[in-house]
């Protein structure tokens, strides 16, 4: 069954999947994780989904990354 990334709980472990989606609770998980001044845009976005990332962990580190 795949991940439903609108209700499970995300942690930096949880990989993702094909089915990946930035949904709410994708957005609250990265600004726990990030700060409130965590924002998507299009770059990162087709980051996550060029399959370059295997974990939640791996997305938070390079949002941080990006930001220095």
């Known amino acids: 069954m795949a ?3 609108h209700r499970e709980p ?7 999947d094909p089915h990946y ?7 609250r998980f990265m ?4 700060g409130a001044e965590f924002r998507f845009d299009r ?3 087709a980051w996550i989904r060029s399959g370059a990332p295997a974990t939640m962990g791996a997305v938070v580190d ?4 990006r930001q220095v």
């Open 62 to 65: 390079e949002w941080r990354r």
């Open 43 to 45: 770059a990162f976005m």
């Open 3 to 5: 991940f439903d990334w």
């Open 21 to 27: 989606r930035n949904t709410q609770n994708v957005r």
């Open 10 to 16: 995300i942690t930096r472990e949880t990989p993702l």
């Open 31 to 34: 600004v726990e994780q990030c």
